[in-house]
């Protein structure tokens, strides 16, 4: 029987409970300077973290992936990528590192980790590899965060540029309010079991969406890490037919 592809397309949609995404994927299909995806924590005091996720692309601008704000601090925990360089910018409550050297070639699906510790080391994986350790910050993230998937906030909630939305695919982001060791970073990198996220799990996410964004079956996209990730965690992640 052929396959026919559903989308679904959510405009302003709000969750009413948390959804269990496995095997799904956001899509960020255009330029735009208001799409994007909320998640929501109740988590408010962060001293350390770890940010997971995956995600496929071809723009070679400057982009961003995940954007963490609070009251104080617009760039309470950002991950960019600036421009067609093979770098990652870092920043914890307003400090940015760059990690440079590293390599994400266009239209592959890249996963990224990126830790910050309570005495200001960071450290970022960029496909189960790692990165060298440098210091950013050791304040500590205080307030209820607003957390944005697909644009990068320069003001709490808002103030997004289109020349640095997203544009791709995103998917199996976990947020933890810890270091997670190396072991599990690589384990999450290879796809194989591990603890999910306590402040955002990708199994059971509290999320709204806002503008053009849709949820897609990931074996649309990337049917080997679908049959990888199955075959780690021995369970079935959905298809749809």
């Avoid at 962060?46 to 601090?73: H, M, P, W």
């Avoid at 307030?143 to 695919?169: A, H, N, R, V």
């Amino acid at each position: 029987m052929e396959k026919l592809l559903i989308s679904v397309f959510l405009f302003g949609t709000c969750w009413a409970a948390p959804q269990d995404l496995s095997g799904k994927v956001f899509v960020f299909p255009k330029e735009t300077d208001r799409a994007h995806v909320k998640l929501l924590t109740t988590k408010t005091n962060i001293e350390s973290a770890t940010v997971c996720l995956r995600f496929l692309t071809d723009l070679t601008r400057s982009y961003g992936l995940f954007s963490l704000a609070t009251v104080a601090q617009s760039n309470g925990f950002l991950l960019f990528k600036p421009g067609d360089v093979e770098t990652i910018e870092l920043a914890v409550s307003g400090t940015s590192i760059y990690f440079r050297s590293l390599s994400f070639p266009q239209n592959n699906w890249h996963n990224i980790c990126a830790t910050w510790s309570s005495n200001g080391i960071a450290q970022v994986w960029v496909d189960g590899k790692p990165s060298v350790k440098r210091y950013v910050d050791n304040v500590s993230l205080v307030g209820p965060p607003i957390t944005i998937l697909g644009q990068e906030q320069d003001s709490y909630g808002g103030d997004f540029d289109q020349k640095q939305s997203f544009i791709g695919m995103i998917s199996d982001v976990h947020m933890w309010n810890h270091v997670v060791q190396a072991s599990d970073i690589k384990r999450y990198a290879a796809g194989k079991s591990f603890t999910p996220g306590n402040v955002f799990n990708w199994k059971a996410l509290d999320f709204e969406i806002e503008g053009m964004i849709l949820v897609e079956d990931e074996t649309e996209y990337n049917d080997e890490l679908h049959k990888k990730v199955v075959n780690n965690r021995s369970c079935v992640l959905p298809r749809m037919k």
